[in-house]
């Protein structure tokens, strides 16, 4: 079984530009989750789709951000414009279940950002 | 509020010898989950083991072994003999039940073992 997708798996950008990262979830999981990972920490929820719905973007900045889960599968998530802040690592997961504290989050290998 | 304490950044050890990482956590909440993921070099996290706030039996898994003690608020999670392979940065993680499968991480703790 493939595993949660994501691309590009690295992105250089000089500032003020835009750039877009993609997730395949697992097929099935119906809960698609966004994490922003800085250096040195750990994940950092920024979106959680159930389905096509967000029902969590609490942390999501979004004057710069959005994303976008069409058909309740792949997913978008875009930075416009980019700034030397964000430069991190973008990771995408998926899991089978949506409320629940108890579920286990399958996690891509990540998109690193650098922005210059 | 959530928080999760790693209060150890960096450990090294060498090959075979036994390493042990903790883990402190902060919750209001009388059901919760907690979980370890290693995040290797390759940069995917990969899940380790959960365990809700109603099992506080320890567990072990080969050379894993985890040991929760709610009592001091503690997930501490234990390598036996480690390997090359176990280098990685681990990560615990909490999660309140209740309708948001939100995950809190802590910081990590990187873990360097030397041949």
């Known amino acids: 079984e493939a595993g949660v997708v994501q691309s590009p798996r690295y992105k250089i950008i000089e500032k003020k530009q835009p750039v877009a990262f993609w997730c395949n979830p697992i097929?099935?999981?119906?809960?698609l989750y966004w994490y922003l990972q800085n250096l040195g920490q750990g994940p950092e929820l920024l979106i959680r789709?159930?389905?096509?719905?967000?029902?969590?973007d609490s942390q999501l900045p979004k004057d710069r951000f959005s994303a976008e889960r069409l058909k309740g599968v792949d997913s978008t998530l875009k930075i416009q414009p980019a700034e030397l802040g964000d430069s991190a690592v973008y990771l995408c997961?998926?899991?089978?279940?949506?409320?629940?504290?108890?579920?286990?989050?399958?996690f891509g290998a990540g998109s690193r950002l650098t922005v210059l | 509020a959530q928080k999760v304490t790693q209060a150890q950044t960096e450990i090294s050890v060498v090959e075979k010898e036994d390493v042990t990482l903790d883990c402190v956590y902060e919750?209001?909440?009388?059901?919760?989950?907690l979980f370890w993921y290693k995040q290797p070099p390759s940069g995917e996290l990969v899940f380790l083991i959960r365990?809700?706030?109603?099992?506080?039996q320890n567990e072990i898994s080969g050379r894993y072994s985890w040991n929760f003690q709610k009592s001091t608020s503690s997930f501490n999670f234990t390598i036996t003999a480690s390997q090359v392979v176990d280098s990685a940065v681990y990560f615990c993680?909490?999660?309140?039940?209740?309708?948001?499968?939100?995950?809190?991480f802590g910081t990590g703790t990187r873990l360097t073992v030397i041949p």
């Open positions: 997961a998926s899991s089978q279940e949506g409320d629940s504290g108890a579920n286990v989050l399958t």
């Open positions: 097929s099935g999981h119906n809960t």
């Open positions: 789709y159930e389905n096509e719905e967000a029902v969590d």
């Open positions: 919750t209001r909440d009388t059901t919760y989950y």
């Open positions: 365990r809700n706030s109603f099992d506080e």
């Open positions: 993680a909490l999660s309140e039940a209740g309708g948001a499968n939100n995950l809190f």
